[in-house]
């Protein structure tokens, strides 16, 4: 059995501050998958990062970065200098076979 | 295609009613995956497809759902009788290969139809 967790339900920040989301999962297989997804208000979703389990490099594209733990299950995600456009909600999710387990989800509100 | 087209966008079924979704895959994607995105957030997996085989059914409610990927034919996901618990968001996704086994591939979704029974 494979599990995700986002503890945080929402998160408000204002502009240019910096946002964490944290992602706790379980799952008995040495090989898995990790995936970052945004799903902003006209509902798509768009695919962000996908990271293998043996590859605990952290990872930056422009804004966002990526901090995998393996030893604390822990795959968090890092907004920095936030904007508005980044207003979404933000799914975490795990693969070790043919399928997806997503999180339930952490809504991301940035103010101008 | 290069994108994972759903249709209808909005679909609106009386209780009792069937409702029929389609979702065209990605050409070249052998791989399919249909999920029910309940309350905005929630994602509940129903089923996935290797070409026209079904490979895992275990998510979908049986005695009311059903999907069929046919060659040639968008694949479709079909509720019969529907019930007001089955207002969701159907999403849709393809990949080139299962998201679990490739090196560099992921699922790929669709933008969703919306269902709503009244």
């Known amino acids: 059995a494979q599990k995700v967790t986002q503890a945080q339900t929402e998160i408000s920040v ?9 992602c706790v999962y379980e799952t008995r297989d040495t090989t898995y998958y990790l995936f970052w997804y945004k799903q902003p208000p006209s509902g798509e979703l768009v695919f962000l990062i996908r990271r293998n389990s043996f590859d605990e490099q952290n ?19 890092t907004i920095t200098a936030s904007q508005v456009v980044d ?13 997806l387990s997503f999180g339930a989800g952490t809504t991301v509100t940035v103010r101008a | 295609g290069e994108e994972v087209a759903q249709t209808p966008k909005h679909l609106v079924r009386g209780e009792g009613q069937k409702a029929k979704l389609y979702c065209a895959p990605i050409k070249g994607h052998s791989y399919v995956f249909w999920y029910q995105q309940v309350l ?15 490979f895992d059914e275990t998510g979908m409610p049986k005695e009311r759902f059903s999907a069929k990927c046919l060659p040639n034919s968008p694949c479709s996901l079909e509720i019969q009788a529907t019930k007001l618990e089955d207002s969701a968001v159907y999403f849709c996704a393809s990949s080139q290969s299962s998201p679990g ?18």
């Open chain 1, 14 to 22: 204002v502009e240019k501050e910096d946002v964490t989301l944290d």
């Open chain 1, 59 to 77: 990872e930056i594209s422009g804004r966002y970065s990526w901090n995998f733990q393996k030893s604390t299950s822990s795959f968090n995600f």
């Open chain 1, 87 to 99: 207003s979404a909600v933000y799914f975490c999710a795990l693969t070790n076979d043919y399928k």
């Open chain 2, 40 to 54: 905005k957030n929630e994602f509940k997996f129903l089923i996935s497809f290797q070409n026209e085989n079904v």
């Open chain 2, 101 to 118: 086994r490739a090196v560099s591939t992921e699922a790929f979704f669709g933008q969703g139809t919306r269902l709503t029974v009244v």
